[in-house]
């Protein structure tokens, strides 16, 4: 113990040498004032964007009624930023991951104003070249702001600067591994001062002994280093059960100047989109978020309704010649049908084109394989290029589908994958579809062991939780490549 406090004191005399030759002082300055801070800047600019296309435009004379419009912009456009979590300290430090997400809001923005101008005659007040200009210099003016305020805060977070946190974690467990994990991954501007614990030293390090390097010491010793100010934040990462420790180490550290926050169990930590939100006032911990929320849901049905009624309108010379060939290839029915599960784990009749020479629909169904003697000769050539999926056009046009989702297996199948596969229900949460995020990533065709089913699981559930307008014409654009450039299809 006497070498573990020398060794604690090297490192705190270590620190403050480094902080004094550095020349920075810590000005302690909030991290949610920076975002508040950014959010006003977002509305001056708009505002002040409204101001120089006046002047662009020739309308200097009317420029408190261009910067009345260019503030309520604003206010607007900061406010669908923060609903769409765009006005957060790690969105501002990523400028690029936030721009395409930025622009369409704004577009979006610009389009609403433009309507509502329009229907309620507020369009006669001001001259469609100002519109115009405004909208393009509030655009480029949000975007450079924002690179210019991740530089600064790039800046402020390097080199113990003013937003940097020194955090310590109290609890040498799995919890705490966990967490340091993504500290390493997603901590930019955080250091870690060390893992306490206030059980034996060599039990922890028994236990724990990839924490040989990280171990800080016993509790006494982490209280002389917050009341030094050398720790900004406290991470308590015991399991939950046991709550009369973590009630006692709360207790023995209530009194100091540091932020104290409680690490979430293991089973949250392991769910990496696990976010903190609020029920009947109170905090909770949210592991899944409803798919296609709010307006997700809307958009997502014009999506479908719209493009797939255009496509079916483009291919129907094709999916006429198809029908053709299978009747001029093969005895039977020109269209294949069979019930699956869809949303809910609800069930529905797909349409497909026949491409086989036998129809199953029952509790035991053959997945194709490759060189299938049931395959017909035209089959083939249509299973190669996915042109037997055309007729499930029909089934997004009926509601049972979705363009991209997904995809649906037969009833046989679901029942099979969902008794081995972890998480395999999740896949019903949202509509299925006629292309995934799993098949353009190579995903597809037959899936005869259970490993490479679990593999297309997650690419669904990915699909799922990261879903947007623009991640599904990605999908759509990757599926031509695929269709054209086929592979594992047979």
């Known amino acids: 113990m006497a070498e573990q406090q020398l060794h604690m004191k090297g490192k705190q005399s270590e620190a403050k040498t480094a902080r004094a030759h550095s020349g920075l002082t810590r000005a302690g300055l909030s991290r949610d004032f920076c975002v508040d801070l950014a959010s006003l800047l977002n509305i001056l600019v708009i505002a002040l964007a409204a101001l120089v296309a006046a002047y662009i435009s020739g ?64 369009s006669a007040i001001f001259s469609v070249s100002w519109f115009v200009e405004w909208g393009a210099l509030s655009l480029i003016g949000i975007l450079l702001s924002r690179f210019a305020i991740a530089q600064w805060l790039g800046h402020a977070l390097e080199n113990g600067g003013a937003l940097s946190r020194r955090v310590a974690i109290v609890g040498a467990t799995n919890i705490a591994e966990k967490f340091t994990e993504r500290m390493s991954e997603h901590g930019k501007g955080l250091t870690l001062v060390g893992i306490f614990d206030d059980r034996d030293l060599q039990a922890r390090q028994k236990n724990h002994p990839a924490f040989d390097d990280k171990i800080g010491g016993d509790l006494a010793q982490l209280i002389q280093l917050a009341l030094s100010g050398d720790v900004d934040d406290i991470v308590i990462c015991l399991p939950w059960s046991a709550d009369n420790r973590i009630e006692s180490v709360f207790h023995r550290l209530a009194v100091l100047p540091a932020n104290i926050v409680v690490c979430p169990d293991m089973l949250w930590l392991n769910k990496s989109h696990g976010q903190v939100s609020k029920l009947a006032g109170v905090p909770v911990l949210k592991i899944h978020r409803r798919p296609l929320e709010g307006w997700g849901g809307v958009l997502k049905a014009l999506e479908d309704r719209v493009l797939s009624f255009l496509f079916l309108l483009a291919l129907m010379p094709v999916m006429g010649l198809v029908a053709l060939a299978i009747k001029l290839d093969s005895r039977g029915p020109v269209f294949f049908r069979q019930h699956r599960h869809g949303f809910g784990h609800e069930e529905f009749k797909i349409y497909k084109f026949r491409t086989m020479r036998v129809a199953e629909d029952g509790d035991e169904i053959r997945q194709a394989t490759k060189d299938d003697d049931r395959v017909t000769r035209v089959g083939r050539f249509l299973r190669k290029y996915s042109l037997d999926e055309l007729p499930q056009l029909l089934n997004v046009l009926r509601g049972d589908m979705s363009l991209v989702g997904p995809r649906p297996h037969a009833i046989a199948h679901n029942a099979q994958y969902a008794r081995v596969i972890a998480d395999y229900a999740g896949r019903h949460k949202v509509k299925p579809g006629i292309t ?36 599904d014409l990605r999908i759509i654009m990757m599926t031509v490549w695929a269709v054209l450039f086929p592979k594992n299809a047979y």
């Open 436 to 471: 995934g995020w799993a098949q353009v990533n190579g995903l597809r065709g037959e899936t005869s062991e259970t490993v490479m089913m679990a593999t297309r699981v997650r690419f669904d559930l990915n699909y799922i939780e990261h879903w947007s307008l623009w991640f």
């Open 59 to 122: 309308e200097q004379g009317y420029l408190v009624r261009y910067l009345s419009i260019g503030v309520i912009g604003g206010l607007a456009a900061t406010e669908i930023f923060i609903q769409g979590g765009y006005q957060t300290f790690d969105r501002l430090l990523s400028p690029w991951r936030a721009l395409r997400g930025l622009v369409w809001r704004w577009a979006w923005i610009i389009i609403a104003m433009a309507l509502v101008a329009f229907l309620t005659d507020i």
